[in-house]
């Protein structure tokens, strides 16, 4: 049985945690108007229908009221609740410190603008020259009407306009040697010009002249040369005509001899014969090679004194006679070489007393070469370099080969009086640091032979230096170059300036 009235309102009171504004009232008597109160559910009168009504979720029962609000201060005493619920003091961003560091970016910013426009402002007084159209170059190749004009842009580097002095030597028939950055070209007149990358500087006919620029070296193989030197450097056999307005060139060869501007000191000069100078020495050999006398001293002393290089050429049809096999070839299955009698003669003896001073290992690799081996002999060098470059021209791929291979009729191997000799694997320059050269370049004279291409000589000879490279011409021309101190160049032009050929 329950212990309350059924005609009596239960009434629900507040407890203790309960604050008076969210307790419910108590109930009013019975038939006094009652004011509803705020989250109490309302009293139906006995026998009318509930319809319930929909309500949002902030009216769904259980879903306390709001708390009051705290009353709000004045902006100037609000605080900011750290999360750790540590009250911390508004910031004020207009403080001094903050106002220091907004006027050194400022300052910093200012710095920055500056140096643009001072950058662009410089960048601007070089457009003129920026805005400079390339040339068209037409290289032609031919004289007169027949010519052929091969076309190509110059290149322009800053101000300077570049063209392509290997393209005109190609043009003009010249000869080109050397490689790894230095190119000489020869007018086949006895003249040269000679350029070497990243210099300002030419050797004209052995004068050194100032170009203004660098040489530029921007293929392998070819060398270029500022416009404006150019146009100055040639005197006669290539005419170079520069249109500004249209920005065209025309290389043109007007000629057949070529011949350039500067022509540097003449020659020697003239020449006072040092009676002494040439005359016998008194020396001795370990063995006895008088049998040998008549080759290393010969009688017709001025006849083995024939100049091959890269700019005097001998026939293909030349073979040299009385050619000799030599007893010294390189033991490895490789064909006997041969020279000339007297040279190969004269070779026999310096061998036997370069073997009696103790060199036992020195021997023969390369000696006399037709002309058709040595046109073998460079095509598969070029097919090889080729095949190994192929996006180089064919142009390109003739000028490497032409700095480790002479091209047919230029290699002195045809005149049967020259050999290449080492106790290498092979010639390399690595030879000069053995005891056997050291006593072939002492000895050699004494037997008629020099050494070829010195190291001090290769801006004269055109080719770097080989120590394995050794020339018959005789002991009293060998003994004379050696006291003057000349290449066999030199030595030529100087019997030429002294009337002794």
Known sequence: MNNFDENKEFVRRPSAQQTPQTARPQSRPVGEQQRPVQGARPQRPAGQTFQRETRMPSQMRGTSQRPPQRPTRPASQRERISPDSQPVKGVNPFNGKNILIFFLMLIALLLIIGLIFFSALSTSKETPESEKKSYVVSYFRGTGEDAVAEKYPSYELGSVSYINMTAIADICGMTVSGGHGVLRFGSGDSEYAEFSAGKNSATINGENVLMGENALERDPGSIWIPLEFAKTLFSSGVEIVVDSEEATVSVMRNADVIKFAVKGATGLGPVDEDPDIGQEIDFEFKTDLSAYEQYMNPADRDGFLILVNKTNHIDGSYIPEKLTILKDTRKDGRANQMMVETAAKALEAMFIELRAAGYNDVSVTSAYRSF??????????????????????????????????????????????????????????AFAQKEAYKWLKENCWKFGFIIRFPEDKVDITGYSFEPWHYRFVGRYHANAMRQRGMCLEEYVEYLSLTGQN
């Open 372 to 429: 058709a081996y040595q046109e073998s002999l460079f095509n598969s060098y070029y097919e090889r370099d080729r095949n190994r470059y192929p996006d180089w021209t064919d142009e390109q791929v003739k000028n490497h080969v032409l700095t480790y291979s002479a091209f047919p009729g230029t290699s002195e191997h045809q005149t049967g009086l020259c050999c290449d000799m080492h106790n290498l694997g092979s010639a390399d320059v």
